[in-house]
């Protein structure tokens, strides 16, 4: 029989939360205009079961650089483009486009 393992224990993750993570990773890459290789992690602060989904950090790593992270106060479905521009403009970085 061929097929992935599935693990029984592992927490499902959030509707919606996927394909935010995956937006969110896009838009910082493009936002701050990162190369391909340029690793982004989106994760919420709290993962711990009944934690309460209030702060999103996305966090920059580069090669030969300390990782940057940008925290969000707010749920990561929720968390726009604006939102991102502004958590990394108060760390310094050159915002290359914005919508």
């Excluded at 990162?34 to 920059?60: F, K, N, Q, W, Y």
């Excluded at 090669?63 to 726009?80: D, H, N």
């Amino acid at each position: 029989m061929t097929g992935s393992f599935i693990n029984p224990l592992s927490r499902r993750p959030k509707a919606g939360y996927p394909d935010a993570s995956a937006r969110l990773k896009a838009e910082t890459r493009a936002l701050l205009g990162l190369a391909a290789d340029v690793v982004i992690s989106v994760e919420l602060a709290c993962r711990e079961p009944g934690c309460p989904d209030i702060e999103t950090i996305v966090t920059v790593m580069q090669v030969g650089e300390r990782p940057c992270s940008a925290k969000i106060r707010m749920p990561m479905p929720e968390v726009t483009t604006d939102h991102l521009a502004a958590a990394f403009a108060r760390l310094g970085w050159e915002i290359l486009r914005s919508r």
